[in-house]
């Protein structure tokens, strides 16, 4: 077949890319970008794994006008555990790499040409645990190849680090040869939503409760105004998770959601997330205030009750006030001015209600997307209010490692752009088994049996979209 990558302009590129390297005396990163005819993302995902496998990369956002997929690996970044400049590292890591490099003219649109995808784990001083190993304090690719999927159009996007003493034209052959296999793999794929058969292990729930109590007790007597505490099933299966098929589901499922997947080896950290972090789009940051929540009716009468109740509840308000109040004061010291309105919303998604407000504000000059993430992480949504005493109480008082569940997952283009969700409504596949977690806010007033209830209820949409049933 004929590729849609034009080979005389990589073979271009490439050479230039050898040149600067030997000239310099480094790498230099090459990056070619077309406009192509529209490639299915789920398809593309999925047929990765067969050049590519634990190298992939999953990216959509609730509108699904912007999806990135990336397959590959043309560049690594990464920040060992107990690093506390890890953003201020990728950040430097990012720009070095960009500061070398050629970019194709047709990287126009957002999300097109040199973009990494990734994430931080929510904690990177507390101990971590084997099974997230591979899943850093922060670690981002770069993918060998990026499909951009927007409203717009399609692009595809092909990076590759080049060296002096690299072979040009063996390089640009394999390039093609493989995009081209992705592509016939593409045209005949066809997904499989094979019977799942899975056992659930939830272990020290009694304990969970009491941990509960315990705070609950401790903001009554003044320690913090509130503290989220998350906890962890353990789901196995007969057959391996596929990544591929349970993207399939939740993006069927979950329809109002953020969708990521990030490989790392045989391990995939997938989820369909409600909850933006932070967005920034040229001069402007968009933020969500999201805490609070209810379960959704069996009817629409009923759904629209549970949402007035959840309006008006006073704990419930309170939490989603912490929020407000700290993703405002946050966005403050990185913004000209900000807009946030007087009173929440409903935000619907298939098992759950949450309160919701939005935030948006003008960057100052100089403040960028990743130090914004940084301002923000965690949020009293998903760590508690104050951030400082919260997060030293979760590392004293979870049992589990969250690894990067409740942290920010996301992409930045060379531009700046970019969007990171948080890492909730998630699960950490690995091989025959599943690591799902769900947390809750908790103040002065919690029950221990109606926050375990709320974990339950948000741990719905993974579990559906393992796929199959409980034996």
Request: net charge negative; proline share 4%; aromatic share 8%.
């Amino acid at each position: 077949m004929v590729s849609v990558i034009k080979q005389q302009e990589l073979h271009e590129l490439l050479y230039q890319g050898a040149r600067q390297a030997d000239e310099r005396g480094q790498a230099i990163l090459v990056s070619q970008v077309r406009k192509v005819a529209p490639i299915d993302p789920l398809s593309f995902f999925s047929v990765g794994k067969k050049h590519f496998p634990g190298e992939r990369t999953y990216w959509t956002e609730p509108t699904r006008e912007t999806t990135l997929v990336g397959i590959g690996s043309a560049y690594k970044f990464s920040v060992d555990q107990e690093d506390e400049h890890r953003f201020d590292t990728i950040e430097k890591q990012w720009n070095a790499l960009l500061e070398n490099s050629i970019v194709g003219p047709s990287a126009i649109s957002s999300g097109t040409g040199p973009v990494i995808v990734g994430g931080f784990s929510f904690d990177p001083f507390k101990a971590n645990v084997s099974h997230w190993e591979g899943f850093s304090a922060a670690s981002f690719l770069l993918p060998a190849f990026l499909l951009t999927v927007k409203e717009e159009g399609t692009w595809l996007t092909v990076n590759h680090v080049t060296t002096r003493d690299m072979d040009v034209k063996q390089t640009a052959e394999n390039m093609l040869n493989l995009f081209d296999s992705l592509i016939e793999d593409c045209a005949s794929y066809n997904p499989s939503q094979e019977e799942q058969t899975y056992s659930i292990m939830e272990s020290d729930t009694e304990a969970w409760k009491k941990t509960v109590k315990e705070a609950a007790r401790d903001i009554r007597n003044g320690k913090m105004e509130k503290i989220v505490l998350a906890r962890e099933v353990e789901v196995d299966s007969k057959r391996k998770f596929n990544p591929g098929e349970i993207l399939q589901r939740l993006n069927s499922q979950q329809p109002d959601s953020f969708l990521f997947a990030i490989e790392r080896e045989n391990k995939c950290f997938i989820g369909a997330s409600p909850e933006r972090l932070v967005k920034k789009e040229e001069d402007k940051f968009f933020s969500t205030c999201l805490a609070g929540s209810i379960k959704r009716g069996k009817t629409a009468e009923e759904d629209e009750l549970l949402g007035e109740e959840l309006l008006n509840d006073e704990k419930n308000l309170h939490e989603h006030q912490l929020v407000v109040k700290m993703i405002r004061d946050a966005m403050e010291t990185g913004c000209d001015f900000i807009q946030v309105p007087e009173e929440p919303v409903l935000y619907k998604v298939r098992d759950i209600q949450h309160l919701y407000t939005p935030v948006v504000g003008k960057a100052k000059y100089g403040t960028t997307l990743i130090s914004m993430v940084e301002r923000l992480h965690p949020t009293p949504a998903l760590g508690g209010y104050p951030k400082d005493r919260a997060i030293s109480e979760i590392r004293e008082r979870e049992i589990m490692d969250r690894g990067w569940y409740a942290a920010p997952i996301g992409w930045i283009d060379s531009r700046g752009d970019g969007e990171f969700a948080v890492g909730i409504r998630s699960g950490l596949l690995d091989g025959k088994k599943a690591f799902l977690f769900a947390g809750c806010g908790i103040v002065g007033d919690s029950d221990p049996e109606s926050e375990y209830q709320e974990t339950r209820i948000k741990l719905r949409p993974m579990l559906s979209a393992l796929g199959g049933k409980e034996s």
